[in-house]
């Protein structure tokens, strides 16, 4: 797609319903059902331009809240919309891309030596992960090239010659968000202090249509633990720091970036008691 830049990118991460009913995975009838979750551990972000040099410092932030950022509510019919507001959501991510010392508060002291050392982010070399693109976009292959930075330079479709780096975000510093296997949804604002966020071009009527799955997945392999599938949907790009309820400052975008996972069953507390 078309690649543009700037502050920040809020989207949402889904997880496909069972028709078939919850599979739990426990032979034991009188046994607590056991529950699987797609469980985040990190996020990549995909820039314009270096981050790890002194003068490159750069703050980044990722924020979580469960279900959509946009909607109804389903119990009481009133519609939502909490862009511009962090009252709801949840800080799982906040540091400056070298790292630095992190105080008691969660903010960032980069002078400061006594207090616990934050990891600077690290360079993702991999720019192709395991998720494809739907059926509801196209995407080309590009010629690219790897720079000695790290980087890479790439071809977008309007033709011209860009570079873009991935960084990932150290899993230290976030912290992991868990949704659901089946019916599950969750939304991430993710923000830096400077515009060099990379995001993707999408239509007005491509707003939350799922954008990427589980390259991997495979649904007829879909019993107890055997295959996870999580989709990114396309959201928005936010050209404001801090971010504003304005909806001028928001249009649809494609989450350029990779999100890191892992699957995972969680055990009631109830099996481990007497």
Partial sequence: PIMRASFGMIFSMSTPSNSGGETTLT???????????IRITSISLRVLTPLLS????????????????????????????????????????????????????GSSETNNSTETEAEP???????LSGAFPSDNNDYPTQPSKILSN?????????????????????????????????????????????????????????????DVENGEYDSSADTTRDSMNVRIHVGEGVTSFPWTDVVNFYSPRRFLGKVWYEQMVEIPCSMHEG
Avoid: C
């Fill in 54 to 105: 002194q003068a490159a410092s750069t703050n980044y932030q990722v924020w979580y809240q469960s279900g959509d950022y946009i909607g109804t509510n389903d119990s009481t019919g009133q519609s939502f919309d909490t862009r511009g507001d962090l009252t709801g959501w949840t800080l799982v991510a906040d540091g400056n891309s070298l790292g630095g010392y992190s105080t008691t508060d």
């Fill in 121 to 127: 982010l690290i360079v993702d070399p991999k720019f």
């Fill in 27 to 37: 032979d034991d009838e009188d046994a607590p059902a056991e529950t699987e979750y």
């Fill in 150 to 210: 790290g980087g890479m330079e790439t071809i977008n479709s309007m033709g011209s010659t860009i570079k873009t780096h991935l960084y990932q975000i150290p899993k230290s510093i976030f912290t992991p968000v868990m949704i659901p296997k089946y019916g599950g949804k969750v939304s991430f604002y993710v923000t830096l202090d400077r515009a060099l966020l990379q995001y993707g071009d999408a239509q007005d009527d491509e707003w939350d249509t799922i």
